[in-house]
C-alpha cells in the first residue's frame, strides 16, 4: 500500500523546473521565492520518483502515449535515481546559496534576473538527461545544458570569465557533435535510439567501433578527461560560485553518465585494451590534477584542477570492470558533488568577505570566517577519502575493486591521489591556525552562504556514515547487472 | 556503391574539413563557422543514412533528429555570436587569450 | 536499541556532544564551557565504571551499525579495549583540568577545546573499535583531530611541526588503508577475534600475509612513533603542554601502540604471527626503539624534547612486550601502556608548569627549581623514579613483568635491553632531579608569575600531583582487584588459553 499518488514522478521532474524556468523569466522581480520553490518542488518529487521506483522497480514511461521509436521515452532505475537525488541535493544547496550570493546590496540586478531563469533551465536539461531512455534524447538533453552552464559562466562578465565560457562553448558543442555523429552511426546500422533495443542489437562491427569511437570521444571531452580537460579549470573557476559549484558538481557527471550507460548497456563487448586506456588517462588526471591543485595561486582555480583529478577517479573503474568498481566510482561521484559544491561555497564565500582568493593571502579572511573554513576542511576530508566521509567509501570500494580485479596499481593511483589531495587541503587549511592580525577591508557574508557550505560539507562527511542506502538505490533494475553475470 | 553513401562520405568529408578548420583558425567567427560545417556534415549523414534499403521509402525517424538539431545548432550558434561580441567588447580581439594566468 | 547496544555510543557522545557545542560557544563563555568540559569527562568516566563493571561480569556491550555491504561499523568493549577506555577517560578528566588552568586568557580557547573532545572520542573510538575499518576511521579521525592542536599557537614553529606531522600520520594512514582493504579482500572479515582470524587462511597467502603485516605495523608504528618513524614526535613537543600530555599519554602514541597490540593479538593471532616469523624482527626494532630513543633522549637541552624522546623509547616497551611469545611478557607490555601514560603525562604536566610559572624550557634552566615549587618537583621525581623503574613505582612493574617475560621466553637478550634502557633512563633524569634539589636557586627566575604565595595556580598543580599519587598507587597496589596489572592478566589469559 503506497502512501505517495501514484503520477508520472519522473514526467514531473522535468516539467517542474521548466514551469520555473519561465515563471522566473516572466516575473524577475519573484524570481527568488519561485526559484526556491521550484527547487523545493523538485526534491520532492525526486522523493516521490524515489519512493516508486523502491516500491515498483524500475520505470518506464512514453511521453504523451507515443512510446520509441519515434516518441520519447523516460526510465528510471537506481543508476538514474541516485543521479536525481544528486541533483536534487546540490541543487536545493545551490539555490538556497545563490539567494545570498546574488541578491547582494552592491550587485547588479540582471545577474541575478538572469541567473535563476537558467539555472532552472539547468536542472531541467539535467534532469530530463537522466532520465532519456535513448541515445538521441540524450544528444538534446546535453545540448542544452551544455549552452545553460554556458550562458551561466559568462554570467560573471570580465574578460576571465567571457574567454573561459567561449571556449568552454566550443569544446561542449565539438564534443557534442562527436556525439551526434556517432548516433547517426548506430541508428544506421540498428535502426533504433532506444537504449534497450540497441543493447539488444548491437553486434561488435567497424561501424560500431567508429560510433564507439566517435561518442566515447565526444564524452570524454564534455568530462574533462586528462587530456581532454584544458578547458575546465579556467570555465569553472571564473564563474561566479554558484555556478562553479554547479558545473563542478553536477555538469561534468552528467556527460560521464551517458558514458557509463553506454559503456554499460551498448558496448559491453568493447575491448580490454580501451580500458585500460580509459583507465591510465584517469590515473593520469589524478596526478596531474593533484600537482597543479598543489602549484595553483588561486584557491578557485585550485578547487577545479582538484575537480580535474576526481573525475579522473571515476575512469579508474573502466580497467576493473566489477561491480564493485562501479559502485566505487558512482560513489566518488555522489560525494564529489556534494564535497566540491560545499568547496566552491566556501570559496565564493572568501571571495564575497575580502574580495580576493589568492591563497597566500588567505589568513586575513578564513580566520574570520570559521564557519566557512570549517566548511571547506570538512569538504576537504571527503575529497582527500579519509574517513568518515562518502569519499572515504568510494575510495575504499575502489581500492577493494582494484585488489580483487588484481590490478593493485590503480589503488596506488588512488592513495597517490589522496596524499596529494591532502597537501593542497591542508596548506589552505593551514592559514587558519596563522597569527595574522592585519586590518583587512571586508564585506559581511550573509549567514545562509556559510550555512549552506557547512551543511553541504556536513552531507558529504555523513555520506561516509549511511552509504549502505545510497547503495540499495544503486541495486534497483541492477544497471550494472550485465557486467556482473559476464 | 549507392548514392546515399556517397552523401554520408560527403558528410563525415565536411565534419573532417570543419574539424580541421576549428583547430587551425584562430577568430572566433571561423571557428563558429567551422563548427556549424561540421554540424551540417553530422546532419547530412544522418539524413543520407536514413534511406537504409535500396528504393524503399526512407526512414522518416532521421529527418525529424535533423530537424531538432538544427535547432539546437541555430541557438547554440546565436549564443556563441552574441558570446563572441561580448568577447571583442571586453578584451578587444575576437580570438581566445592564450592560457595567460594559468 | 538496548541499553548493551547503546552504551559504546553513550561513551563516545560523552566527548563528542559537548566538544561540537563548544565549537559554536562564543570565546568569553567561559564558565559554560568549563561545565560542559568537566561534565562530560565526568560523565564519560561514569558510562566507562558502568561498563569496566559489565564487562568483568561477562555483559556483551555492542553497538553495531552498517557502514557497508557486509563490512559494520562495530564498537565493542572487550577487555583489551576497557584496559585503554579506562586509561583515556581518566586521563582526559585530568588533562581536561590541567588545559583549563593552563590555557586561561589566551585566544581561541572555543576551538582548542572543541579538538579536545574531539581527539579523545577519537581515542575512545579507537580503543573500542571491534573491527580494522573501525579501527582506521577513528585513527584518520585523529589525525584530523590533532592537528589543530598541535598548531593552536599560530607560530611558524607550530605550523611547521604540524605540517611534518601530517606528513608522516597522512602516509601511515594510507598505508594503514592499503593493509586493511587488502586483508579485507583476503579473509571477507576484520571483526578482531581472539587469538586471531587468519590462521584458517590457505598456507599459500602466508607470503601477502607478512606483507600486509609490514603495511599494517608501519602505518600504525608512525603514531607509536617506532624508529625510523618517530621524527614527527620530538617536532610535536612545540605544541602546548596539556597537548603535549595528550599525544604523548593518552591519545596519538597510544593509538599506535593499541593498534599494534590489536593486529598481532586479534587480526593475526600471536601464534601465527610467530609462524609467520614476524614478531621477532619486530620486537628487534622495538628494542632498537627503546635503546635510540634514550640515548638521544641524553643529549637534549630542551627538557620536552628529552621527555619527548624518552616517549620514543618507553612506547616501545609495550610493542616489545607483546612481540615476546610468553604470557608474563604480554602482561608486562599491556600493563606498561597505562602505567606509561600516567607517568608520561606527570612529566609533561610538570614541565609545562615550569614553562607557565618560571619561564623554564630548558633543562640548564632548572637549578634550584624544587625551593620555589616543591609540590611541582615532587610530582616530577615521583614520575621520573617510574620511569627508571624504581620499586615500588608503576614502571618497576612492567619492567619486572617484562623481564620475566624475556627469561620464559627464552629471549635472554631482552634483559639487557631492558638495563641498558633503565640506565640511560637514570642517566637523562637523575642530574635533572640532582639540579633541581640540590644545586642553587639563580638570582631571578627567566619569567616569574605570581600566584599569590602558591608556587602555582589550582588547576596547573592539582593534575600531576593526582597523576603522580597515581604513579605511586598503581606500583604499590598492583595486585589489587581491577589494577591494571590484574586486568592484564585477565586479556593476557585470554590470548593464551586456548
Known amino acids: 500500500m503506497s502512501y505517495v499518488p501514484d503520477i508520472h514522478w519522473g514526467v514531473m521532474v522535468i516539467v517542474l523546473p521548466l514551469a520555473g524556468a519561465v515563471c522566473c523569466f516572466l516575473w524577475p522581480r519573484r524570481a527568488v521565492p519561485l526559484g526556491l520553490v521550484t527547487a523545493l518542488g523538485i526534491v520532492a518529487c525526486v522523493a516521490g520518483l524515489g519512493w516508486q521506483v523502491v516500491e515498483q522497480g524500475a520505470q518506464r514511461y512514453a511521453v504523451g502515449g507515443w512510446g520509441a521509436p519515434l516518441g520519447i521515452d523516460l526510465y528510471a532505475d537506481g543508476l538514474s535515481l541516485l543521479m536525481l537525488m544528486v541533483a536534487a541535493v546540490a541543487g536545493l544547496g545551490i539555490s538556497v546559496y545563490s539567494c545570498g550570493y546574488f541578491h547582494r546590496p552592491d550587485a547588479k540586478r540582471d545577474k541575478a534576473k538572469h541567473f535563476w531563469p537558467l539555472w532552472m533551465f539547468l536542472w531541467a536539461a539535467l534532469n530530463a538527461l537522466f532520465l532519456s531512455a535513448d541515445i538521441f534524447n540524450l544528444y538534446v538533453t546535453l545540448e542544452l545544458l551544455g549552452l545553460a552552464a554556458v550562458a551561466l559562466v559568462a554570467l560573471a562578465g570580465g574578460a576571465d570569465a567571457l574567454t573561459g565560457a567561449m571556449r568552454y562553448l566550443l569544446v561542449s558543442l565539438l564534443g557534442s557533435l562527436f556525439y551526434l555523429l556517432g548516433v547517426a552511426l548506430l541508428y544506421h546500422g540498428f535502426g533504433s535510439v532506444d537504449i534497450t533495443l540497441l543493447a539488444e542489437r548491437v553486434e561488435p562491427s567497424p561501424v560500431v567501433w567508429a560510433a564507439m569511437g566517435l561518442m566515447v570521444t565526444g564524452l570524454l571531452l564534455k568530462t574533462a578527461l586528462f587530456p581532454l580537460h584544458f578547458w575546465l579549470p579556467s570555465a569553472h573557476a571564473s564563474a561566479p560560485a554558484p555556478v562553479s559549484a554547479l558545473l563542478s558538481a553536477l555538469v561534468v557527471k552528467a556527460s560521464f553518465y551517458i558514458l557509463l550507460r553506454l559503456w554499460l548497456e551498448i558496448f559491453p563487448f568493447a575491448n580490454a585494451a580501451l580500458a585500460q586506456l580509459l583507465g591510465l588517462l584517469g590515473a593520469a588526471a589524478v596526478l596531474w590534477g593533484g600537482f597543479q591543485a598543489l602549484f595553483q595561486a588561486r584557491l578557485k582555480m585550485l578547487i577545479a584542477y582538484s575537480t580535474v583529478a576526481q573525475l579522473g577517479y571515476l575512469f579508474l573503474a573502466f580497467p576493473l570492470a566489477n561491480v564493485i568498481g562501479w559502485t566505487g566510482a558512482l560513489y566518488m561521484l555522489l560525494s564529489h558533488a556534494v564535497a566540491k559544491t560545499a568547496m566552491f561555497m566556501a570559496a565564493g564565500n572568501i571571495l564575497y568577505f575580502g574580495g580576493h582568493d589568492r591563497i597566500v593571502d588567505l589568513d586575513r579572511v578564513v580566520q574570520r570566517l570559521p564557519l566557512t573554513i570549517t566548511a571547506f576542511a570538512l569538504a576537504g576530508v571527503s575529497i582527500m577519502g579519509l574517513p568518515p566521509s562518502g569519499g572515504f567509501i568510494a575510495k575504499w570500494l575502489l581500492l577493494e575493486a582494484a585488489i580483487r580485479a588484481a590490478q593493485w596499481w590503480w589503488g596506488g593511483i588512488l592513495i597517490l591521489g589522496g596524499l596529494l589531495s591532502a597537501a593542497w587541503v591542508f596548506k589552505v587549511v593551514g592559514y587558519a591556525f596563522t597569527q595574522s592580525e592585519v586590518p583587512h577591508e571586508t564585506r559581511t557574508v550573509p549567514a545562509s552562504m556559510e550555512w549552506t557550505a557547512l551543511v553541504m560539507a556536513v552531507v558529504a562527511i555523513l555520506l561516509g556514515l549511511f552509504a549502505p542506502w545510497p547503495l540499495a538505490l544503486l541495486e534497483i533494475g541492477s544497471p550494472f547487472g550485465r557486467e556482473n553475470a559476464g | 556503391m549507392s548514392s546515399a553513401f556517397l552523401y554520408a562520405l560527403v558528410g563525415v568529408g565536411l565534419f573532417t574539413l570543419g574539424l580541421y578548420a576549428l583547430i587551425v583558425h584562430t577568430h572566433l567567427l571561423r571557428k563558429i563557422l567551422a563548427i556549424n560545417v561540421m554540424a551540417s556534415g553530422v546532419f547530412l549523414v544522418l539524413v543520407a543514412l536514413a534511406a537504409r534499403t535500396q528504393g524503399a521509402t526512407p526512414d522518416p525517424v532521421p529527418h525529424a533528429m535533423v530537424i531538432t538539431g538544427i535547432v539546437v545548432a541555430v541557438s547554440a550558434t546565436a549564443l556563441a555570436l552574441a558570446l563572441m561580441l561580448r568577447v571583442r567588447a571586453e578584451t578587444g580581439r575576437a580570438e581566445l587569450a592564450e592560457e595567460s594566468q594559468e | ?498
Request: aromatic letters at 12%.
Open chain 3, 1 to 498: 536499541m538496548s541499553w548493551d547496544s547503546a552504551l559504546p555510543l553513550f561513551v563516545l557522545a560523552s566527548s563528542l556532544l559537548p566538544g561540537l557545542v563548544i565549537f559554536f560557544l562564543p570565546e568569553e563563555r567561559v564558565a559554560i564551557r568549563t561545565t560542559l568540559n568537566l561534565a562530560g569527562a565526568v560523565l564519560k568516566l561514569a558510562l566507562v565504571g558502568v561498563m569496566i563493571w559489565g564487562v568483568f561480569h561477562g555483559s556483551h556491550y555492542e553497538t553495531r551499525l552498517p557502514l557497508l555491504p557486509g563490512l559494520d561499523l562495530l564498537l565493542r568493549a572487550d577487555s583489551l579495549s576497557m584496559l585503554f577506555v579506562v586509561l583515556s577517560s581518566v586521563l582526559w578528566l585530568v588533562t581536561t583540568v590541567y588545559a583549563v588552568g593552563y590555557l586561561e586568557g589566551s585566544p581561541n580557547r572555543s576551538r582548542f577545546f572543541g579538538f579536545f573532545s574531539l581527539c579523545v572520542t577519537a581515542t575512545i573510538g579507537v580503543a573500542l573499535a571491534g573491527n580494522l575499518v573501525t579501527f582506521l576511521l577513528f585513527y584518520e579521525l585523529l589525525t584530523l583531530a590533532t592537528y589543530p592542536l598541535i598548531v593552536h599557537r599560530g607560530t611558524d614553529e607550530a605550523r611547521r611541526a604540524g605540517r611534518t606531522y601530517l606528513i608522516y600520520t597522512i602516509a601511515g594512514g594510507a598505508l594503514l588503508l592499503i593493509g586493511t582493504a587488502w586483508l579485507y579482500t583476503l579473509s571477507g572479515t576484520l571483526a578482531f577475534t581472539a587469538r586471531g582470524f587468519l590462521s584458517g587462511l590457505d598456507e599459500s597467502h602466508n607470503g601477502v600475509l607478512v606483507v600486509i603485516f609490514v603495511l599494517l605495523i608501519a602505518g600504525l608504528g608512525v603514531k607509536a612513533a617506532l624508529i625510523p618513524l618517530h621524527g614527527w614526535l620530538p617536532q610535536a613537543m612545540v605544541a602546548a603542554a596539556p597537548v603535549s600530555a595528550l599525544l604523548h599519554a593518552v591519545a596519538v602514541v597510544k593509538a599506535g601502540a593499541f593498534g599494534i597490540v590489536r593486529v598481532v593479538y586479534d587480526v593475526y593471532g600471536l601464534q601465527f604471527s610467530a609462524s609467520l616469523g614476524v614478531t621477532l624482527p619486530l620486537a628487534i626494532v622495538a628494542a632498537v626503539t627503546i635503546i635510540y630513543g634514550s640515548m638521544r633522549a641524553l643529549f637534549q637541552d630542551d627538557l620536552k624534547r628529552r621527555l619527548a624522546f624518552s616517549t620514543v623509547s618507553q612506547v616501545a616497551y609495550i610493542v616489545l612486550g607483546i612481540t615476546i611469545v610468553g604470557p608474563l611478557a604480554a602482561v608486562g607490555g599491556l600493563v606498561h601502556l597505562v602505567h606509561q601514560g600516567v607517568m608520561k603525562i606527570t612529566l609533561f604536566f610538570c614541565a609545562g608548569n615550569l614553562a607557565e610559572t618560571l619561564g623554564i624550557h630548558n633543562v640548564s634552566e632548572m637549578n634550584g627549581v624544587g625551593r620555589r615549587m616543591p609540590w611541582t618537583m615532587v610530582a616530577f621525581t615521583v614520575a621520573a623514579f617510574g620511569m627508571i623503574g624504581t620499586p615500588p613505582l608503576a614502571g618497576f612493574v612492567s619492567k619486572w613483568y617484562l623481564g620475566l617475560g624475556a627469561l620464559d621466553g627464552g629471549q635472554g637478550w631482552v634483559i639487557f635491553v631492558l638495563a641498558g634502557s633503565s640506565l640511560l633512563n637514570a642517566a637523562y633524569f637523575l642530574p635533572i632531579l640532582y639540579a633541581a634539589w640540590f644545586k642553587a636557586p639563580p638570582d631571578a627566575w627567566l619569567a616569574e608569575r605570581s600566584f599569590g604565595g602558591r608556587e602555582t595556580a589550582w588547576a596547573l598543580l592539582a593534575p600531576p600531583l593526582v597523576t603522580a599519587f597515581l604513579t605511586l598507587a598503581l606500583g604499590l597496589l598492583a595486585s589489587a582487584p581491577f589494577s591494571p596489572l590484574q586486568w592484564a592478566r585477565f586479556i593476557t589469559r585470554l590470548e593464551y588459553t586456548p
